[in-house]
DNA sequence: CGCTAGGTTGAATACGCTCAAAGATCGTGG
DNA sequence: CCACGATCTTTGAGCGTATTCAACCTAGCG
């Protein structure tokens, strides 16, 4: 790890972005969430830096680069349970649970803010609002969890790979990380495999039947969507983030609108 | 739904009684949190009572009863996604996402209190010390369903019907809703291959393989877990709710002792 | 008594897994 | 610049878990 120091606007910063787009920050809740961005460190790729079952005492923000959050099992295979992208927060709830029941690995190489728990305790007093917020964060989590975790139960492995990808995309696209609809996922076969819990004969089986079916294209790490409309309707797709714009309408167009523009 | 007034002293209620067990409560947080239960409901039995993408305004503390959140998916079947038991908040997040993307129904008759979500911003600022609490709640419920739904993708239907109902027996155990190793669980068969993504008929032969390997035992809705040991190695079982007196040690043996007894 | 909801069992099928082997791609060192 | 190893991807074949369809059983209730 590496201990780097940048001069970057305030809204530049990823978790801002995302705020920001959500629903706007004044510039005091920007002071005190640039609090949190005091110390950036760089992690290599493919480094652990929180262990199962270890006692953690910080928290981090994605600012570039892509991290995952893992199992292992008995048995030698791993669980990947959920990635982090810019802008994301990894181990909320660190505050409170000081024993990690997961790992964490850097996939690309990683910048990340460092903070301590107890920051948010200030952040909190400081700015009540925020607290909502990063309860409201944590509710997306939750609902985006719940969804894709219970997809595993039904949905069959080609959904589940469509729904994924959808997922990947709007995440992407609330930080600027994609273009047109393409993206960057530094992702192997395997990682996927790991993470919708198929193995990686069928992942492979499964991409392949997508890319015949031309609903994506991938190469070299570059996932395109090449119909999303239809991408959609396959995994039954339901979006999570909604923006102010849509917080007063629940048709499923205005979800749709999200992804699709 | 009707309305009821009961008087019951403080600590009985579920909610408290789970809160002192895993830290205790100054008599200022109890008085709090009675804020909360100022008044309560009667539900009936069988009666979905928030409604998958309406606006909820509500938060419920389960006093009694259980009930369960779940989506409906497209080809008619339903997934459950969490039981509510005895002392489970249902909609923590009611108050950052108005938008509920599930469905709550009840399943035996339900005694509930009910508040506001804004109730929980007084409750913040009156006690500090409690929002920390609820964002441990959270954590807690957060480990658990992480833990529960990455089992859908590995484990068994043998090895996940174990962890279900060790999880239902631990949850229980908290409130004082289980008699030695057995407790009363109002669930069909149907409802079990709901939650576990399974189909009724492999449900059904799962279930009595446990039953012939003297796992467990199922009779009008009373379970009976014969070979705690043996069940949770079956399952590869980690305990959720770490005591008080847990905190400091992490080694299997007290995970496994919380749950043992 | 018959209806209904839930539980149990059999048989055929399908989705996804394991084992196995062969291409691709990329970085590194000779 | 090519050779080599390592990692990732692709494809084939056989198998097993869980599914669907279907029927029958049981208990509770009007």
């Known amino acids: 790890m590496v201990e780097t120091n940048h001069h970057i606007p305030n809204e530049e910063w990823p978790l801002i972005k ?5 629903q706007s920050l004044s510039h005091d809740e920007i002071d005190v969430l640039m609090k949190l961005h005091e110390q950036e460190i760089i992690i290599d790729a493919n480094k652990t830096f929180i262990y199962q079952k270890s006692v953690r005492r910080k928290c981090f923000i994605v600012n570039s680069g892509w991290a995952c959050r893992f199992l292992n099992h008995s ?18 709830f660190a505050l409170v649970m000081p024993k990690a029941n997961y790992s964490v690995s850097s996939i690309s190489c990683l910048h990340v803010s460092v903070f301590k728990p107890d920051a948010l305790i200030d952040l909190c007093t400081a700015q009540p609002k925020l607290a909502l917020r990063y309860l409201a964060m944590l509710g997306w989590q939750d609902a985006m969890f719940v969804d894709l975790a219970t997809g595993i139960g039904w949905r069959t492995a080609y959904q589940r790979t469509a729904y994924f990808l959808l997922n990947l995309f709007e995440r992407l696209k609330l930080v600027e ?16 495999a790991d993470t919708l819990g198929l193995s990686i004969v069928h992942m492979n089986r499964t991409i392949k039947k997508l890319r015949e079916d031309e609903l994506i294209k991938i190469e070299s790490n570059l996932v395109k969507l090449l119909d999303l409309v239809r991408l959609i309707q396959v995994a039954e797709y339901q979006s999570f983030y909604w923006r102010k714009t849509q917080q007063s309408s629940s048709t499923g167009r205005h979800q749709r609108d999200a992804i699709l523009h």
Chains 1, 2 share one sequence.
């Open 18 to 22: 995302k705020f920001n787009l959500l």
């Open 177 to 192: 990380k994609t273009v047109g609809n393409t993206f960057f996922a530094p992702l192997t076969q395997q990682m996927l």
């Open 75 to 92: 048995n030698g295979a791993r669980q990947i349970i959920e990635y982090y992208l810019p802008g994301d927060i990894i181990s909320p």
